[in-house]
């Protein structure tokens, strides 16, 4: 069981840069998905998540108007399509969901406990 986050790199403040989130040996378009980012020297933090349907998505107020998520369950794929860069927004981008009773619904969706985790794609926002 593995996700695997990707489409990191580096670019200009004011860039745009869209990750993408596939899964491995479960299939991804049953549940629910976060996205989260650990910046240098920083602890883990939700970005924002997003329901099985793609009727429910959450994103955290600092990245509200300017990233967005979304899902293609015919693929299966998540995305989270990043505008407007800035600087305090490099880190290390994960995708990660819980196979059991987790919904995507408010800020505290993003702090409960989660059993599926990927490696993570390093975005840099130089200014």
């Known amino acids: 069981v593995q996700l695997q986050a990707s489409g990191g790199g580096s670019v200009q403040a004011g860039g745009s840069l869209r990750l993408s989130c596939a899964a491995s040996?479960?299939?991804?378009?049953?549940?629910?998905i976060g996205w989260f980012r650990q910046a240098p020297g920083k602890e883990r933090e939700g970005v924002g998540c997003?329901?099985?349907?793609?009727?429910?998505?959450y994103s955290r107020d600092s990245v509200k108007g300017r990233f967005t998520i979304s899902r293609d369950n015919s693929k299966p794929m998540v995305y989270l399509q990043m505008n407007s860069l800035k600087s305090e927004d490099t880190a290390v981008y994960y995708c990660?969901?819980?196979?059991?009773?987790?919904?995507?619904?408010?800020?505290?969706?993003?702090?409960?406990?989660?059993?599926?985790w990927g490696q993570g794609t390093l975005v840099t926002v130089s200014s």
């Open positions: 990660a969901t819980r196979r059991s009773n987790w919904y995507c619904q408010d800020a505290d969706s993003l702090d409960e406990y989660l059993d599926a």
């Open positions: 997003i329901s099985s349907s793609g009727r429910a998505i």
């Open positions: 040996g479960f299939r991804m378009e049953l549940y629910a």
